[in-house]
């Protein structure tokens, strides 16, 4: 997850971000979460769970694929009720997020 995220997450919000390393972009064969596109995880004492996130490129075609398999995935986890995306384009998205795990799949080097 980027720097950004909140390093101090609650038990089911550590549930969260283990289901969104299910979510894979099609495009890529990456996970969300290693892809670096998950910025904050945010659940709520009554299960409603806001993800912060941003996608590779503002017009991506797999947006609406990718929301609906995130949304799956977050409401999955025990204790989460309903998911909210809020897609955001700042900090922008870059190569620079991905983990090294990520950038070594798609033959990317330092």
């Known amino acids: 997850m980027s720097e950004e995220v909140d390093k101090k997450l609650s ?3 550590n549930k969260v971000l283990a289901a969104l390393e299910d979510v894979i972009d099609p495009e890529l064969g990456i996970d969300m979460v290693n892809l670096g596109l998950i910025y904050k995880i945010n659940v709520d004492d009554k299960g409603n769970c806001v993800i912060t996130m941003t996608l590779t490129t503002m017009g991506c075609p797999i ?3 990718l929301a609906d398999s995130i949304s799956e995935a977050v409401t999955s986890v025990e204790g989460v009720n309903t998911c909210d995306i809020d897609l955001v ?3 922008a998205w870059s190569i620079d997020r991905m983990s090294r795990f990520a950038k070594g799949a798609l033959g990317i080097h330092e």
Do not use: K, R, S
Request: no cysteine; aromatic share 12%; charged share 20%.
């Open 63 to 65: 947006g609406n694929l």
């Open 11 to 13: 038990p089911v919000e």
């Open 89 to 91: 384009w700042e900090p």
